[in-house]
């Protein structure tokens, strides 16, 4: 087969391919770029595969980064553009279950790509747009199918993180799981030990993110591949039922486990701890907490307006987002305006500071200061008072002859 209309990031790089053919190698375009490519989907990193080894693609090309040269991959500069160019290679056994021991520079394009995870994986493309395809990924793309490249369980052994992989291309692409490699996940799925937390979370949430995620969480289940997740090896009926949720994708990473957060039905002071567990940054975790707090707010009432201030405008657009997922109406615009509407959105925005307290009533700091403070701000923000420095002036001193 041979592509009618190249895409313009091939097209792009192929002066690449060029230069590597005209010093008499080979040089293919190949893996997730091919794939996305026939399936008409956008395409992200360009990956070239050559029979070049390292040191001849150094020589081929004057800006070059040794990014991964131990494993064959070498950086290529091209003006504003950069492109990963490997060489063909064999791989020896992986005694951890997810690097091999030994990698052999071969000259070969079909035992490069025996190599790889799956038959949808394994393609090449030359400059011309011509379709090399040893596995019969074609037909697996035709069938919308996951199936690994010769024997799953040889491949799964070499590379545990792969059957994480296989089901977040089930979600992503909306494919199913070929019976023989869904089985040898099953048989598999204890080596996920063996992987870090940061990769198997680096997948969990590409499958969240799919546009079909039940078609992977049921196998994610079933093989019981959670029970090697965080956390999460309790839970097969909160999974089951997360499963169930609306078929809508979700649109963020913190939409994602949020919704996890809420079926696993955590209480607010175990949620650091479990996205903690998955080796979530501080920052994700804050986002979640307030999407927490918003989304139970939210199922039990209308937006109170020291919630939106509290959380901000982000923070509750995208609360008003998740309420799909619990067959509720979000209220968009409504929420926009309203935040909008809001006297002040922050703190700094007060006519009146600290210090302006502090000068004014001759008084040292103290618990005292930071708690007028906050009540200044809750009675401008619900619009008790306005936002004047005297107004406020004469807020604080009323407040304080009443003590």
């Known amino acids: 087969m041979k592509l009618d209309i190249i895409p313009d990031e091939f097209t792009r790089a192929t002066s690449v391919l060029k230069d590597i053919q005209s010093h008499g190698f080979e040089a293919y375009f190949v893996g997730g770029s091919v794939r996305d490519a026939l399936l008409k989907q956008p395409i992200h990193d360009v990956d070239i595969a050559t029979s070049a080894y390292p040191e001849e693609i150094k020589q081929i090309f004057p800006r070059t980064v040794d990014v991964g040269i131990d494993h064959g991959t070498v950086l290529v500069l091209i003006g504003e553009e950069q492109y990963e160019i490997t060489t063909f290679r064999t791989e020896s056994t992986y005694q951890d279950f997810r690097r091999p021991d030994a990698v052999t520079f071969v000259r070969s394009l079909k035992e490069d790509l025996k ?43 070499e590379d545990a993180l792969r059957m994480m992989r296989g089901l977040r291309f089930a979600s992503q692409l909306d494919f199913k799981i070929e019976a023989n490699t869904l089985a040898a996940i099953e048989e598999f799925h204890p080596l996920l030990e063996k992987i ?18 039940k078609t992977a969480l049921l196998p994610f289940i079933e093989t019981e591949c959670y029970q090697y997740c965080p956390e999460l090896k309790n839970h097969a009926e909160a999974l089951f039922r997360f499963s169930d949720l609306p ?9 994602a486990w949020t919704l996890l957060v809420h079926t696993l039905e955590l209480k607010d002071n175990e949620i650091r701890n479990f996205l903690k567990s998955w080796k979530q940054s501080n920052q994700m975790i804050h986002e979640v907490q307030q999407l927490i707090y918003g989304l139970n707010k939210r199922l039990l009432e209308e937006w109170q307006v020291m919630d939106l201030y509290n959380l901000g405008l982000d923070a509750a657009i995208s609360t008003e987002k998740l309420l799909f997922y619990y067959g509720r109406n979000s209220k968009l615009e409504e929420v926009k305006d309203r935040y909008l509407s809001l006297p002040i959105h922050d703190r700094k925005e007060l006519a009146l500071t600290g210090n302006d307290l502090l000068a004014y009533f001759d008084k040292k700091p103290g618990k005292w200061l930071g708690e007028m403070i906050e009540m200044i701000e809750t009675a401008v923000v619900k619009g008790q008072i306005v936002n004047n420095k005297e107004v406020l002036l004469a807020f604080v001193n009323d407040k304080i002859n009443e003590e």
Request: charged share 35%; hydrophobic share 40%; proline share 1%.
């Open 115 to 157: 190599r790889r995870d799956f038959t949808i994986n394994a393609l090449a493309m030359n400059v011309e747009g011509s379709i090399i395809d040893l596995f019969d990924g074609m037909d697996d793309l035709e069938q919308r199918i996951i199936r690994a490249v010769g024997d799953p369980k040889e491949r799964f052994h």
């Open 196 to 213: 870090s937390v940061e990769r198997i979370a680096m997948e969990f949430i590409k499958l969240l993110l799919g546009k079909n995620r």
């Open 247 to 255: 078929d809508k994708q979700i649109e963020t990473e913190n939409q």
